[in-house]
């Protein structure tokens, strides 16, 4: 059976090394531990800035088409699609 983890190399400046060690020490984890939670951090921090973003995508959209409720988008759609009611 193969290995299940995959080794990484990175070059970072010593100070931040000192700091990435103290943080583990402080954590009480490996390295390896803390850079995959800093990983996961960046990941759900990407993740909240794409759903802000839908967010101003969908309040420009309603803005656009004076929609403010679900109603007016359930009309919408039923426009678009050639349904009358």
């Known amino acids: 059976m193969g290995r299940t983890t995959k080794t ?3 070059s970072i400046p010593p100070q931040t090394y000192e700091e990435i060690e103290r943080l583990a020490r ?7 531990e803390l ?7 960046y990941e759900d921090h990407l993740d909240e800035e794409r759903w ?3 967010r101003r995508i969908g309040r420009a959209t309603a803005k656009k088409y004076r929609l403010s ?11 678009a699609r050639g349904i009358r009611d």
Do not use: A, C
């Open 26 to 32: 402080l954590e009480r984890k490996t390295k390896s």
């Open 8 to 10: 990484l190399t990175v």
């Open 52 to 54: 802000k973003r839908l």
């Open 69 to 79: 409720s679900e109603h007016d988008i359930e009309k919408l759609v039923q426009e």
């Open 35 to 41: 850079f995959r939670d800093m990983v996961k951090l």
